[in-house]
Nanobody, 121 residues
Framework: QVQLVESGGGLVQAGGSLRLSCAAS????????MGWYRQAPGKQRELVAI???????NYADSVKGRFTISRDNAKNTVSMQMNSLKPEDTAVYYC???????????????WGQGTQVTVSS
């Protein structure tokens, strides 16, 4: 089974920056879309940014111009540079991979365990 391992969360002051990374492990042949979602206390999980295997990106309006998602298909990793962070960006950030193909299996979706991002005012 493919596992996603996130890193890079932490505590930062408003206006600061953080970089999140996620690595997919396993004998992976291909992954269609990789991305980041977040869930703040008392709120539903929401899309932050996604990137397809072809490099097409999509961002939530709230992070456009501040966050940049990137991907290394050869290493099966996805990263997100978060600049100009705001207190409202505080949430648990989850990595997600869609349509994962290994030599023997197909997984429609896999989630990471989440990493906490806290932005203080």
């Amino acid at each position: 089974q493919v596992q996603l391992v996130e890193s890079g969360g932490g505590l930062v002051q408003a206006g600061g920056s953080l970089r999140l990374s996620c690595a997919a492990s396993g004998s992976i042949f291909s992954i269609n879309t990789m991305g980041w979602y977040r869930q703040a206390p008392g709120k539903q999980r929401e899309l932050v940014a996604i990137v397809t295997s072809g490099g097409t990106t999509n961002y939530a309006d709230s992070v456009k111009g501040r966050f940049t998602i990137s991907r290394d298909n050869a290493k099966n990793t996805v990263s997100m540079q978060m600049n100009s962070l705001k207190p409202e960006d505080t949430a648990v950030y989850y990595c997600r991979a869609d349509e994962i193909r290994t030599r023997l299996t197909y997984e429609p979706q896999s989630w990471g365990q989440g990493t906490q991002v806290t932005v203080s005012s």
